[in-house]
């Protein structure tokens, strides 16, 4: 089994809180993480899952009384939302007998999980995210890049005997998450339109985010479109990058970029069937940008945020970093190994203050362009991420 980057802090935080919620897209490896805990933890550890109908009848008759049986051992509950007056329980429980590590919630982040949740556990409860295996869990190699940036990091489809069966999977994932999960989360839409918006989102990865382009197209209102974007980001399908608007004269662009979170998702709706075509497809450059993105927010130290900055007449960084609201730096990203960096570039530079900046390639070497701009690899970058905020 892959070791998830995550598992220390999971255990860290159940030594403190009462209920950790750990979320993420469904498929993403949650169920699997929680029981590798089994022959770990201190305690005595019990698994319900919540689309088992033994498992949903137990919980859902008398939650109280069903619980209050296992005050002393850590219960995992597997796809919490599909009971949601099961938290005003749980914080019942929690207070007549607080410890740490009583209950472990998984969920795959439903809007109504996390409102439930948070206005039933606040002060009871820690959160925490598992995204697809990133490119240090699988071992960051220039031999596992490639695959990993086509395929994805979704468990199934990086883990699967050929690159047939992971397309394939990938696009099991997507009919089932359309006609399957939206509507149970909450979306009440048309599957074939709902494939249609995600089609025409993927077509426009990376682009400023335009709703009543897409209405036009769908024949829909603009605030149902965004209602689909948002049923997208909550279910860490769609990552949505938003700007950093600072006190300058400038005219900042104010519309977010929007990717898919997972490159291969991505990989399957525009049709790439195998890795030797990616890097010659029209959307390579865009499907590298949103992979790059996607792999340093997976490693973001604490109290650092992403960003892109562009102003209106078109100077932009790919990613910006700010901690605080003190932008810490620029990050171009190119495909290639040949690196020119725009005029925009040295003028977002010098708008912003940013004395670390790099432009993140495929596989370059590491070398500077000048004392405050520093170009490597992808590889490269994300070891020293983590210990971006300290310098």
């Known amino acids: 089994m892959i070791a998830r980057s995550i598992a220390h802090r999971l255990t860290e935080l ?19 993480l929680a029981k590798s805990l089994t022959d770990k933890y201190a305690k005595p550890v019990r698994y319900f899952d919540l689309e088992r109908l033994e498992d949903y009848q137990r919980l859902s008759n008398d939650p109280g009384f069903f619980l209050g049986q296992f005050q002393d051992e850590l219960v995992i509950i597997d796809e919490v939302q599909r009971l949601p007056e099961l938290f005003t329980e749980l914080r019942a429980l929690i207070d007549e007998h607080r410890v740490p590590g009583r209950f472990l919630l998984l969920g795959s982040a439903s809007p109504l999980l996390m409102r439930k949740s948070s206005e039933s556990l606040a002060g009871r409860v820690a959160y925490l995210t598992l995204y697809p295996f990133s490119l240090e869990e699988i071992g960051a190699s220039k031999e596992h890049l490639k695959s990993h940036w086509w395929r994805g990091g979704f468990p199934d489809s990086w883990l699967a005997p050929s690159e047939e069966w992971s397309f394939e999977w990938r696009e099991e994932f997507i009919k089932t998450y359309v006609e399957r999960d939206l509507p149970f989360l909450g979306l009440q839409t048309d599957p ?17 985010w335009n709703a009543a382009t897409f209405a036009r197209s769908l024949g829909i209102s603009g605030n149902t479109v965004k209602r689909y974007l948002n049923f997208l980001e909550a279910s860490f399908i769609a990552l949505v990058l938003r700007p950093f608007h600072t006190n300058i004269k400038k005219r900042l ?10 490159s291969g998702l991505l990989h399957a709706l525009l049709g790439i069937r195998q890795s030797k075509d990616l890097p010659v497809h029209p959307s ?3 499907s590298w940008e949103g992979y790059v993105i996607s792999e340093c927010l997976k490693h973001l130290p604490k109290g650092i945020d992403p960003y892109f900055f562009r102003t209106s007449d078109g100077a932009e960084c790919d990613l910006l ?7 810490l ?19 977002i530079i010098e708008i912003l203050g940013t004395k670390q900046n ?9 070398w500077q362009i000048r004392p405050d701009i520093s170009v490597m690899s992808l590889i490269s970058f994300l070891k020293k991420l983590p210990e971006l905020g300290e310098q």
């Open 14 to 32: 159940l030594s403190f809180f009462p209920a950790v919620t750990l979320t993420g897209a469904r498929q993403v490896g949650k169920t699997t």
């Open 192 to 208: 074939i339109r709902f494939r249609t918006f995600l089609q025409m989102l993927s077509a426009q990865h990376g682009n400023l």
């Open 253 to 262: 662009v104010k519309s977010p970029k929007v990717y898919f979170s997972d």
């Open 284 to 286: 390579a450059g865009a």
């Open 321 to 327: 970093l700010v901690q605080g609201n003190t932008p």
């Open 329 to 347: 730096a620029c990050i171009e990203i190119k495909l290639g190994n040949v690196v020119k960096p725009s005029r925009g570039f040295y003028n």
């Open 358 to 366: 790099f432009i993140l390639t495929y596989d370059s070497d590491t």
